[in-house]
């Protein structure tokens, strides 16, 4: 590995040009008598405070006055902090690239003075924002994603009460979370067929907008026969084969590395789609998040990356889970184009979204959408989560910030629905989802044999031989065995 | 189950040579009608498709078509080249499957050379470095593997496996991925190779054996292959089997073993252990690298008129317990043999099987020969090795006719055999034998 330095370094052009872009001193050469001051004594440094960070972190005003000098923030400033206008001389050529000198000692300051403002195009109102970019969403369209989460919301409310009352035996809701669902989903055309969809688990709105039917929902809630996941997993871990939809396994952000292998298959297949990724704040932390942006990166390949930032990972507040200005300024440092997104507004994820897979496709990239949301509901049936948080933060966030009211306010204000459609539909789905759970408790479990099958693809003698000296222990002791699974 | 005979006319046995006996071995695999591969419906990895191919094999080898000799790594190479060219990629060709090879530094030919010429012939972006990042690797070639493509990945020692190990990848990820979907997807195209064990010189953390970890893992395979021949026959078999795949090879044999293989596309078939020596006495259990060392141990035995039976497990899970229980039904005597450290290794594991099965049959306890319970050592390397000495004082013991006479003077061989690696390196036999007799008083009395 060579790294070598190029002739004629002249420090101090370099310096001046980097500092005030002035074009005029780019091809001057003479020393310049100030700055080195600024650091000549090291024991200037020593009786600093450090809560106020030392100037060399660039928040104190420079010598010229410029601004520029300010910490790394995501965004377009980022190429004039170490311009070098060509000074090519004065760089170093490194393995990547070529690196400009600096002769000031400037560490990149952890945080960037604004936090990364976050795109909306509906206000909390429902009214559309002045000047916003968004791409328009038909009536049709419109009424459709307003449905579908109406559907999440009451599929939510209707299975939370049935695990209550012990029907099934966990779930987990997606409430306050609508939004991202429903509009991310909606925004990946009709065309994606072979759209892969690697998912955690507060995404089951994903699967309802592609067809998945309440009935199939209810099937794998209660781990019936007719659940494609022979009754193998918990509630919730849905998949589908034919909706593109990978099973949902529990571990944390696993789904992200897989994302990007999968997403590679579509790009050396040509493919015109691209693979769509979920994961929380939480999932920031793990090192398969980390893996993933930086293989989607350096592999260049067609990923979605979706993160439901929405302040809670279980009982851990989003500020003992990292101490970065949240999740969307972490693609920059792994060469990912990035945006925030309000998550409660439907308009915005889903214009987002459509940018982000058309980017992903025809520039065949990765791209990282923070959507920030809340999870108005526990984390699991088995959390409550008045324990570690305000009950005010939930109403709030439950009542001003709910999604589905805000993005209904915008379909009233077009005059696409009124309280009639409303309470029609929201009646309608109650019944539909009542009745698809009692059509799936009726349904036999699935039979025991699908208890050794699929662990390979052919079963191997040992597992052979241990079902028949588990049917044998059955014969003798049915009665310690569960009835409904039949033998 | 069938023990296989169609490597007969091959070496038994990778050939030792300390002189530097590295072969370029000829990159361009020559498929010589050998197409058989790509047409099948699942995968490639059915029975029937094996069978056929080793019956194909088998008639090319009778023929007296034998290829040159080459060692182990340059037949890892062939193998890689014959997957890749036998997969294409679908964009250009419509075939069913597309073979990608990836992991750290595979571009310039990987840092044991298994890699050569791939990039070159297959084009980067079928064969590519990744970061450095197991998980990341592994995590990859699940999805990669999950669209339907053969995803090879290389995981540069066994040693560093484990961040592929843990929640992210093998354990909860690949092994469980057909399960947990009810057989809606698969990654069954997944192979994951990673050089394993004791090399000389590796220490910690180039040395370890980590395949009893994985045995414990249902819905993957785990295989290790002994030989340049079948390295490349077992490896052409993981890759087009329909399950994920560990796929261990020895490194100390990348360039020590040398033998002649075949030039052509052949698999050899997965779970099916081989008898590699036929003997009355004794069978010896073993896999990959140490294979060689317990070689020796029977020659050295034979000297002495014991006659020893040497299995080849080759696959560990889902493992060939018929063959090891038919030859210890045999022989009445089972010694198991690894680098791995004894407590837990997968020895264990066969061991009680054998047991279960053997129980009225056993003459002795299953013996274990495996490496020291510590962290693999550098200096101490030597004594830390299932080395020939152990294995072959440990045969003999299990022989000795005077030490079968009751239950209770097997209990005092036993004692004997666990103790005896310590003993060995105090260089006391004379005290071992005054420790046997001592036992063998007190259970007597």
């Not at chain 1, 699908?450 to 049917?471: C, G, K, M, W």
């Not at chain 2, 002189?19 to 047409?39: D, H, L, Q, W, Y």
């Not at chain 2, 990042?133 to 990859?140: A, L, R, S, T």
């Amino acid at each position: 590995m060579a790294i070598w330095f190029r002739k004629s370094i002249n420090v101090s052009a370099n310096y001046l040009k980097a500092k005030t872009g002035l074009r005029g001193l780019l091809n001057q050469r003479h020393p310049s008598p100030c700055f080195h001051s600024k650091f000549s004594s090291p024991t200037s440094l020593n009786g600093k405070n450090y809560r106020n960070p030392p100037s060399f972190l660039g928040n104190s005003t420079t010598l010229f006055g410029s601004p520029r000098f300010e910490s790394v923030k995501a965004g377009s400033q980022e190429e004039l902090l170490y311009d070098n206008g060509g000074h090519q001389d004065q760089a170093l050529d490194f393995p990547g690239g070529t690196v400009p000198f600096t002769p000031e000692m400037r560490f990149i300051s952890e945080n960037s003075k604004e936090r990364i403002p976050c795109y909306r195009v509906l206000d909390d109102n429902g009214n559309l924002i002045m000047h916003s970019s968004f791409v328009q969403v038909n009536k049709e369209d419109a009424l459709k994603m307003y449905g579908t989460m109406v559907t999440l919301q009451t599929m939510d409310t209707i299975f939370y009460e049935a695990q209550r009352q012990g029907r099934i035996s966990f779930y987990v809701t997606s409430i306050g979370e609508e939004a991202i669902n429903i509009s991310s989903a909606a925004a990946l055309t009709p065309e994606d067929v072979i759209l892969a969809q690697e998912t955690q688990y507060r995404e089951p709105g994903v699967l309802l907008w592609r067809g998945f039917t309440l009935q199939e929902f209810s099937n794998q809630c209660l781990g019936n026969k007719s659940d494609y996941g022979k009754g193998r997993q918990m509630p919730i871990h849905y998949g589908s084969n034919k909706h593109n939809y990978f099973t949902v396994s529990s571990p944390i952000a696993t789904q992200l590395p897989q994302a990007v292998g999968a997403a590679y298959s579509l790009k050396m297949d040509g493919k015109d789609a691209c693979v769509v990724t979920y994961f929380g704040d939480g999932g920031s932390s793990e090192g398969d998040f980390h893996a993933a942006l930086n293989f989607a990166a350096v592999m260049e390949a067609p990923v979605i990356f979706i993160c439901r930032n929405n302040g809670w990972a279980i009982s851990t507040p989003v500020s003992e889970q990292f101490r970065s200005d949240g999740i969307v300024v972490k693609g920059q440092a792994y060469g990912i184009r990035s945006i925030r997104v309000d998550g409660n507004d439907a308009l915005a994820v889903y214009s987002a979204t459509r940018a982000a897979r058309e980017m992903a496709i025809t520039e065949q990239r990765p791209v990282l959408i923070e959507a920030l949301t809340y999870r108005v509901g526990h984390h699991s049936t088995s959390d409550d989560s008045t324990k570690y948080r305000p009950v005010d933060e939930i109403e709030h966030w439950k009542m001003s910030r709910n999604p589905i009211a805000r993005f209904r306010r915008w379909v009233d204000g077009n005059g696409w629905w009124n309280d009639k459609d409303e309470s029609e539909l929201r009646g309608n789905l109650r019944k539909q989802l009542l009745h698809a759970i009692q059509v799936a408790e009726k349904v036999e479990k699935p039979p025991l044999s699908d208890l050794f099958t699929d662990v390979y693809e052919n079963t191997p003698s040992n597992l052979i031989q241990q079902e028949e000296l588990l049917r044998q222990t059955i014969e003798r002791h049915p009665q310690d065995y569960p009835s409904d699974v039949p033998l | 189950m069938t023990t296989t005979t169609t490597t007969a006319s091959l070496r038994r046995f990778p050939r030792f040579d300390f002189v530097s006996k590295f072969t370029p071995s000829s990159c361009a695999s020559s498929r010589r009608g050998f197409s058989t591969t790509t047409s099948s419906s699942t995968a490639g990895g059915s029975c029937t498709e094996y069978a056929l191919t080793l019956q194909q094999q088998q008639q090319q080898l009778e023929s007296g078509s034998r290829g040159k000799s080459i060692n182990l790594f340059s037949a890892i190479n062939q193998a890689l080249h014959i997957a890749l060219d036998s997969d294409p990629r679908k964009f250009s060709i419509p075939v069913l499957y597309s073979a990608y090879v990836f992991g750290e530094d595979v571009s310039f030919g990987g840092v044991f050379r298994c890699t050569t010429g791939l990039a070159d012939r297959f084009g980067k972006q079928r064969v590519f470095n990744t970061p450095l990042c197991e998980q990341g690797i592994v995590g990859f070639g699940i999805g990669l593997a999950a669209m339907g493509n053969r995803a090879i990945a290389e995981i540069q020692f066994a040693d560093y496996i484990y961040p592929a190990f843990d929640q992210a990848c093998i354990v909860n990820e690949a092994a469980k991925f057909r399960y947990r979907s009810g057989n809606q997807f698969n990654c069954g195209g997944l192979t994951i190779r990673a050089p394993y064990g004791a090399v000389g010189h590796g220490g910690h953390y180039h040395s370890q054996s980590p395949e009893a970890f994985f045995c414990h893992v249902p819905g993957i395979k785990v295989v290790i292959p002994r030989s340049p021949s079948q390295a490349k026959g077992l490896l052409l078999s993981c890759i087009r089997d329909p399950n994920p795949v560990v796929f261990f090879e020895p490194k100390w044999l990348y360039r020590l073993a040398v033998e002649e293989v075949p030039e052509q596309d052949y698999m050899l078939p997965l779970s099916e252990a081989e008898v590699i020596r036929e003997g009355s006495d004794i069978s010896l259990v073993g896999w990959g690298a140490q294979l060689s060392v317990m070689e020796q141990a029977c020659v050295e035995a034979e000297k002495e008129g014991i006659s020893c039976e040497l299995i080849d497990l080759k696959t560990l899970l889902p493992w060939d317990k018929e063959t090891v229980e038919a030859s210890v039904c045999k022989t009445g005597r089972l010694l198991i043999s690894h680098e791995a450290p004894v407590t837990g290794g997968f020895g264990a594991e066969i061991s009680a099987s054998i047991v279960e099965r053997c129980f009225l049959r056993l003459e002795a306890p299953v013996a274990r020969i495996c490496g020291l319970d510590t962290p693999f050592p550098l200096v101490f390397e030597p004594f830390y090795m299932p080395t020939k000495n152990k294995v072959a004082n440990i045969g003999r013991n299990q022989i000795d006719s005077e030490l079968l006479v009751t239950d209770l003077i097997h209990q005092c061989h036993q004692h004997m055999g666990r103790n005896h690696a310590c003993l060995e390196m105090k260089g006391g036999n004379n005290e071992m034998e005054k420790r046997g007799e001592k036992i063998r008083k007190r259970a007597l009395s």
